[in-house]
């Protein structure tokens, strides 16, 4: 099972909510996600 998220600009809060997310997937469903995806056309220069 993969995870997407499409946004327009990827910020450092925008990923850590994406951890989040992945997280309380796992605990819902019992099944880790294997890919975690962002898909955005920007990012900041700072590597994260």
Do not use: C, N, Q
């Not at 910020?11 to 309380?24: E, G, H, N, P, Q």
């Amino acid at each position: 099972m993969r995870y997407y998220e499409f946004t327009s600009h990827a910020r450092k809060s925008d990923i850590t909510l994406f951890k989040k997310k992945a997280i309380f997937y796992e605990k819902k469903t019992g099944r880790k996600p294997s890919r975690l995806i962002i898909i955005t056309p920007y990012t900041p220069m700072k590597k994260y």
